[in-house]
């Protein structure tokens, strides 16, 4: 989806650790109203665009070796709350636990976004830490039968250089240790990162995909996304 900006109001701030936050009104060209959340005046997500984040949750529930009931999911960012979205859609799903930096980045869910998300954040499966994602991880080990990771613009365009942690082989080794066996991670990117493949190759081996958004991209008009898969002690398969 493109468009042009005819104007922007800045509506709500927020200063995190990682910088300030930014909730902003945005009018285009054609008519139409988004919001998006910037991160120390660098865009971060919106209301328009989800299909990477369905992606996401979709090639990452079709590849668990698991039983696909009662499933515990741990989401790294709520932002527009598109992954939360697809991933309560998912079959089997019991628990959802959303680690999110910003604290108002919850109640500008439910008064912006929720009409783009289906009010997400108010499913009670659904439970939103205020806090670094990693942290989360660290602090249940084996705990989660699938893992989306979607804090940054990609692991080459950081929101803040202290994410940096995330994509090096001992940040890996934490979100594989914090999956079930059977289990698997999934880390958004906007294009192909060689380097990181390189790094989750390190730390998983041969259970390690590398897979482009190609067909949902193009049934709603959007870039093609890169997803990157991983599964927890066993290899990964195309569905």
Known sequence: MSFTLKGLTVLDRE???????TL???????????????????YMMGSHG??????????AHGRLKREKKDLDVLIGGLGAGHTLRAVLDLPGVARVVVAEIGSKVLEWNRRY????????VDDPRVEVRVGDVLKVMENTPGAWDLLLIDVDN???????????RLYDVPGV?????ALRPGGVLAFWSPCANP?????????FGAAVEEVRTTELAREVGETVDVIYLAVRGVEAHAP
């Open 15 to 21: 200063l995190t650790p990682f910088g300030e936050l």
């Open 24 to 42: 902003e009104r945005v009018e285009t060209d054609c008519g139409d109203v988004a919001y998006q959340i910037c991160l120390d005046r660098r």
């Open 50 to 59: 989800s299909h990477g984040e369905r992606g996401m949750a979709m090639f």
């Open 113 to 120: 976004f929720a009409p783009f998300n289906g009010n997400a």
């Open 154 to 164: 990609g692991p080459g365009w950081l929101a803040t250089p202290a994410n940096a």
């Open 173 to 177: 080794r934490v979100c594989r240790d």
């Open 195 to 203: 380097q990181f493949f390189g790094v989750m190759n390190a730390v």
